[in-house]
């Protein structure tokens, strides 16, 4: 695939902004107008000083963790980023389309629609599954992306890695995974795919098992193509240095991540065990995620009465065929207690 070609004319032809930074790091740097006094904040990080656009240590550090080479990957303000980025690179605005599968994660339709790209909506199927033949029918020569989720955000199933292969190899076209929840069922993950199919993109994230949605950090492995397109339109100083530092620290804590994840999941059995019980929840779908996706009875009622208790949970039931569905995320013990007890008072009321 010459991935080449998918790119929109002027992003080709686009000569980049070449930063202060991009030279060098290190000297008597008086090349990017910085204060050389110092920072008013006082920092190991040399705050006064521009991160480096490049991500090297970073990429590095992840590279390692990861198992893959450090040209494969870009790091992203939050995988949002990573989402803009990609329309923005390959999808001339009028004229290309993308395609979801809802029901999904909202942002894809957003990050098209701000960039004027036309989005064309396949559903899951019943089983939130990818309907590959679908896919490949609505794909048409404009087709320049198709984004999926796996976990799929918020049904929280993962998709079948042979769907997802299939339609990569089918497609003159990117096909992007977004694993921002796979760090809770790794397994199946799609990250080896890349190395045979180069038009496969996984996203990640350190927003969701890492536990550091404060600081936007997210990160997508490609094929050195994409990556050098990323690096060609990214704002020049993208990652700011405090999340850089936040990232290596984390990179060097696994094994807190590994029992985070541990907890979640085992919240999630116990969250699950407990709905099973309640006349008021009719369908508890599976979960690969730190989340899980309910039917309710009247899932609006439900929505609003724990509001006012203080639980806020996510509505999804304006999202295709979720009808009274809710998402709750996987709290905490504390935080579980007081959902579950919420939750069996309601059922008692049997709030229809
Ligand atoms: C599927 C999915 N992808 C991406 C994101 C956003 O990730 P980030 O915080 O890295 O921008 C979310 C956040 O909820 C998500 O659910």
Known sequence: MNIDSLVRENIKKLKPYTSARQGY?????????????????????????????????????????????KENLFIGVG?????DLLVRIFCEPKEDNVIITEPTYGMYKVACDINNVDVKNVPLNSHFQLDVVAVQSNFNENTKLVFCCSPNNPTGNLLN????????????????????YIDFNEKGSVIELIIEQPNIVVMRTFSKA?????????????????IDYLFKIKSPYNLNKMTADVILKALNNLSLRNSFIG???????????????LKIAEQIFPSDANFVLVKFSNGKMIYNELVKKGIILRD?????????????????????????????????????
């Open 316 to 352: 999804r039931s304006n999202q295709l065929n979720l009808e009274n569905c809710i998402r709750i995320t996987i709290g905490n013990e504390e935080e579980n207690k007081l959902l579950f007890k919420e939750l069996e008072l309601l059922n008692e009321k049997n709030i229809h």
């Open 263 to 277: 907890k979640i999941n085992m919240q999630k059995t116990r969250l699950i065990e407990i709905l099973k019980q």
């Open 210 to 226: 890492w536990g550091l949605a404060g600081i936007r950090a997210g990160y997508c492995v490609a094929d050195k193509s994409i």
């Open 161 to 180: 890695k042979y769907d997802v292969l299939e339609i990569a190899k089918s497609i003159n076209g990117l096909l992007i995974v977004d694993e921002a």
């Open 79 to 83: 995988s949002d980023e990573v989402i």
């Open 25 to 69: 790091l290190h000297g008597i740097l008086l090349d990017a107008n910085e204060n050389s006094f110092g920072s008013v904040v006082e920092s190991e990080l040399e705050l006064n000083r521009y991160p480096d656009p490049n991500q090297n240590i970073l990429r590095e550090k992840l590279s390692s963790y990861l198992n893959v080479k």
